[in-house]
């Protein structure tokens, strides 16, 4: 694969959430924010990156036996450096968002990468790949992100976009979009969207019905 399918592909073609239905935790919980998203999003592209390099500089010398755990400790470090950042420069997000970034840790994209590519390729191809899936990752929370928050709230990183009722304007804020389980079928919307236009992604059936008999042979 190229460098540029690399970096490329996992925006649309295969992207981790829409594709693979990866980081599906973080996506429903904290995108009733853009500042959220924005804020998890580079902190999952930041130990992606991390990771992928650091991987892929030992993979040579790690022996398959403990690769697995190898990998979830650098993983782990990552993520305890990020949340150490985000408490130093921005203390109220880390407060908001310790947990789902604890969380990146069990994030099976993050491992997904790491095994899949960071383990098999180079530091060039594994910084591409890991900037690519954390790009397509941060595309689908801040699309999901922006819809909530505008038609929720009718603002978007604290400022007012649309004029709500109560304040003298037009617009009845929806506040079932504040909700995660919104969150479930705006993605699920997206997904639909992506499949449509690339109906390739779509998966083959596990089984195929069983026709009835017809009546008229019996």
């Avoid at 790690?62 to 690769?67: A, D």
Wanted: proline share 5%; net charge neutral.
């Amino acid at each position: 694969m190229s460098a540029k399918d690399t970096f490329i592909k996992p925006l649309v073609s295969e992207n981790p959430v829409t594709l693979h239905v990866l980081g599906i935790c973080s996506a429903l919980a904290i995108t009733n924010s853009l500042t959220s998203s924005l804020i998890m999003s580079v902190s999952l592209t930041s130990v992606l990156v991390i990771t992928n390099i650091a991987i892929s500089l030992i993979r040579k010398h790690l022996p398959s036996s403990v690769r697995l755990i190898v990998q979830i400790t650098i993983i782990a470090s990552a993520v305890a450096v990020i949340d150490q950042v985000l408490t130093a420069y921005l203390p109220d997000a880390a407060k908001t968002l310790s947990v789902y970034v604890a969380l990146i840790v069990t994030n099976c994209i993050v491992l997904g990468r790491a095994e899949a590519c960071a383990m098999k390729c180079g530091v060039g191809t594994s910084i591409l790949d890991a900037l690519g899936n954390g790009l397509g990752y941060s595309i689908i929370l801040i699309v999901v992100s922006v819809i909530r928050e505008l038609f929720g709230n009718g603002s978007l990183m604290g400022y007012k976009i649309l004029e709500l009722v109560q304040d003298g304007g037009l617009y009845q804020p929806n506040a079932m979009l504040m909700l995660p389980p919104s969150a479930f079928f705006i993605i699920g919307f997206l997904v639909w969207v992506i499949r449509s236009w690339k109906p390739e992604q779509n998966e083959n059936a596990d089984f195929k019905p069983t026709p009835l008999p017809d009546r008229e042979k019996r």
